[in-house]
Each structure stands twice: as structure tokens, then as C-alpha cells.
């Protein structure tokens, strides 16, 4: 009995630490898409989340730990809400479908500085070490599903037989990344469209006439 | 006489002040590129520059003050490095050549973290305030460049009629953009190759047939 007691006790408490660990996490994503994962300090995320300064140490060994598991929440957001939407469809339809969720990801502000992963690419770029290797791993997971659809877009006959497969991912993501930046920078809802258009304008030319 | 030698000595003073002011902030816009404007603490540049915490005080009366003047003066070397190789032509060959020679800045590590602007506008994106309403007034600068040289570009009949010139400006600036974030990222110099390439297929897929 004492023994189920204590298991429950652990369990709770585990499950408590979990949320806990959640919830400073999603904290930790919002906050970095504003602050870098640089300015994900304890002080920071203290005041953002109300959990004491020795709790949140207790809850991430250093700040690098904080940074790569704070990369991980932001990974799964990202899948939940530009990756899974388009997933519906193959080909020519997902390439446009995932460039149209991730710039509705950004219109809608699902994170108050934008994409996580373009803010911390940014951040991070000239710095190597775990971190900006984690960043360019996930960057290149969302380059090859660009690559993957676009491929068999051409396979169905949805795009032209001789599309350079890579050239119109890299020229994909540049515009919705682009896009992006300047909706930041701008608060300036125009671009998002621009960039459907440019986005449309690209996969259009190079559908089979 | 002893006017003279006075005047001498503040002349060579301020020329030194300001030699010492050029040094510090060229220093600067190089650290801003890897550390962000943010990342330009005293202490840092003191490191950086060898000149002391109070020398650097000096100079600037804050943060915010060095964070301006260093824009100023990466705009001055981007003015220098990607805009002025590429005046010698208009229309066309002077878009095309503002992304050659945007990409020859990056390819070069003319600035240790690439594209001073692209470092800054993804960090200072999300922070209304003096710093980004600069970057976002030199972003437009650019932007505005391309616009009118795609302008040209139609008007003298290099391009298409009916191009949506601020969508492929648009476009042509994504294109370069994204190369900078993947350069960082992968250290991988395919990506300037295939900006080039997107720069190229993007411009001839407007050029009246």
C-alpha cells in the first residue's frame, strides 16, 4: 500500500514536472522567435512563465540543454501546423500546399516573431556547434519534403519532365521565407500574398503546357 | 603659436577619435553578423576592438546610439560591395548583376556571418523600436532598387510585358536571400551556385520569346 501510494505520488508528481517542462518550452518557443535562442535566459523565461529561478534550473541542465529541447517543441509545432495540413495530397498539391501552410503560419502569427526555425537559422547560422547543427538537420527535413513533392509532381506529369527537382524547392522556400522576414519587418499583410502569387507564378511555369 | 599647436593637437585628436570610432564600429558590423545587434555588448567590442570599456563609452552614450551607427556604417560597405559593381548597367543586366553580386558577398565571407541585413532583420523583426524602423527603411532602399531596375527592364523591353515587376523584385530578392541562410547553415557553397541558377531561370522565364 505505502509502495502504491509512493508510485502514485512519483507518478504524479512526474506528470506534474512534465507539464511543468511543457509549458516552459512552448514559453521557450514563443520567446525565441522575439529574443533568439540566446535570450532564452533563466531570467527571461522566469518572469514569462512564473516558475522560480531554481525550478527552472532544476528542470534543464544548462542552457544548451534548454535551447536543443526548446528546438525539438518548436520541430513538432511545426509538423502540427504547416507539415500535417498538407499532407492530404501528393505532388504538385502538396508543394503548394505546404508553402500555403506555413504562410498561413505566419499570417496568423502562431508565434509572435514568426517562423522559429528562420529566426533561430538566422540566429544561429555563423555559430557551429549542437545547436546549429540541430537547426540545419530540421532545415534540410523541410527542404527534402519540398524535394519529395516536387519530384513527384514531375513523376504524375504535374511539372515539366526537365524541372531542376532541387532549384524549385530552394526557390519555393526562399519565397515563403522571404515572406516571412518582410511581414515581419513591415507588419505588412501585402506580402503574404506576393508571395502565393510568387509562389503560384513559379509552379506555373513549369507546368507541362 | 600656441593656438596653432592647440588646434593642431584637437585636429589630430578628433582624427584620431574618429579613426578609433570607425575601427569600433567596423568591428561591429562584423560581430553583429554572428552575434546579432544585440550581441553587441561593451564587452564584447572591448574584446573585440582593444580598446577599453571606458574608451568605448566614449564613444557611444548607448547601446542603442552604437546599434545605429553600426547600420550606417554596413550600409555604407553593402552600398559599396553590391550596389555600386552593379551601376554600370541598367534594366536587366543591373538586376541581375545586384544578385551577382549580393551572392559574390556572401560567397566571399566579406562579413564572417554573411548578409549583415538578413542577420539583422531576422533579429530585430519582432522588436518594434528605432533599430528595426532603420533596417526596415534600408530593406526597402533595396528592394526599391530592384524594383526599378526590373522597371527599366520593361520599359526598354528586356523583360515582358505584363511582369508584375514588384513580384519578381520580390522574388529575385528571396532568391538571394535564402542562399545567405543556407550558405550559414549548411557551409555548403552548391547554394550560391543554384541562387544563381534560380536568379537566371526566374529572369529568362519573363524574357518576351
Known amino acids: 500500500m505505502a509502495a502504491t501510494v509512493t508510485t502514485k505520488r512519483t507518478r504524479r508528481t512526474r ?3 512534465e507539464r511543468t517542462r511543457r509549458k516552459i518550452l512552448e514559453t521557450a518557443v514563443r520567446l ?11 531570467g527571461n523565461l522566469a518572469m514569462a512563465t512564473e516558475v522560480s529561478k531554481s525550478g ?4 534543464f541542465g544548462s542552457k544548451e540543454e534548454l535551447q536543443l529541447e526548446t528546438i525539438e517543441v518548436a520541430r513538432d509545432l511545426f509538423i502540427d501546423v504547416v507539415v500535417i495540413p498538407a499532407l492530404g ?7 503548394i500546399g505546404l508553402c500555403d501552410s506555413f504562410l498561413d503560419y505566419i499570417h496568423r502569427r502562431t508565434l509572435p516573431g514568426g517562423c522559429f526555425f528562420a529566426a ?4 544561429q547560422g555563423a555559430r557551429p556547434g549542437p545547436v546549429r547543427t540541430r537547426v540545419a538537420e530540421i532545415q534540410l527535413e523541410w527542404m527534402n519534403l519540398l524535394v519529395e513533392s516536387v519530384s513527384k509532381a514531375v513523376e504524375a506529369g504535374e511539372l ?6 532541387e532549384l524549385l ?24 500574398d ?11 511555369s513549369l507546368v507541362p503546357s
Open 56 to 59: 527552472l534550473y532544476a528542470h
Open 160 to 165: 515539366s519532365s526537365d524541372t531542376d527537382v
Open 89 to 95: 495530397v501528393e505532388g504538385r498539391g502538396r508543394a
Open 169 to 192: 524547392a530552394f526557390e519555393l522556400n526562399a519565397v515563403v521565407v522571404a515572406a516571412n522576414t518582410a511581414f515581419n519587418l513591415h507588419d505588412n499583410p501585402a506580402v503574404i
Open 32 to 42: 525565441a522567435t522575439v529574443e533568439g535562442l540566446d535570450g532564452l535566459s533563466i
Open 15 to 17: 506528470s506534474d514536472g
Open 194 to 204: 506576393r508571395a502565393r502569387a510568387a509562389v503560384e507564378r513559379i509552379v506555373s
Open 120 to 123: 533561430v537559422a538566422a540566429e
